[in-house]
């Protein structure tokens, strides 16, 4: 079992920055793709990135040139750096581990969940 414990959300002015960080703790981190997906109010919860065991890197298209996923298996930490926020970026952002070797976008396909941290982005 994983425990996924996500942190460093908070609230910026649009064109700032936030990384987030998620630590896992209970299994074989660097066994697991890593995802990051993120819930706005009223929304459904999407992909936003996700990193393979080999990190390779994926990447919502909307995201993509201003978030970078990266993950230190030393640490069992995986980080996502949010550059140039927009006030859409606004949201409840998930960390989640897959167990699979293939990346996935959905988040059907992925075990084990993070609390969510909040980002809120104002104009």
């Known amino acids: 079992q994983v425990q996924l414990v996500g942190s460093g959300g908070g609230s910026v002015q649009a064109g700032g920055s936030l990384r987030l960080s998620c630590a896992a703790s209970?299994?074989?981190?660097?066994?697991?793709?890593m995802g990051w997906f993120r819930q706005a109010p009223g929304k459904d919860r999407e992909f936003v990135a996700a990193?393979?065991?080999?990190?390779?890197?994926y990447y919502k298209d909307s995201v993509k040139g201003r978030f970078t996923i990266s993950r230190d298996n030393a640490k069992n930490t995986v980080l996502l750096q949010m550059n140039s926020l927009k006030p859409e970026d606004t949201a409840v952002y998930y960390c989640a581990a897959d167990r699979s070797t293939i990346v996935h976008t959905t988040m059907a396909q992925y075990d084990y969940w993070g609390q969510g941290t909040q980002v809120t982005v104002s104009s």
């Open positions: 990193i393979s065991r080999g990190a390779s890197e």
């Open positions: 209970g299994g074989t981190f660097s066994r697991y793709t």
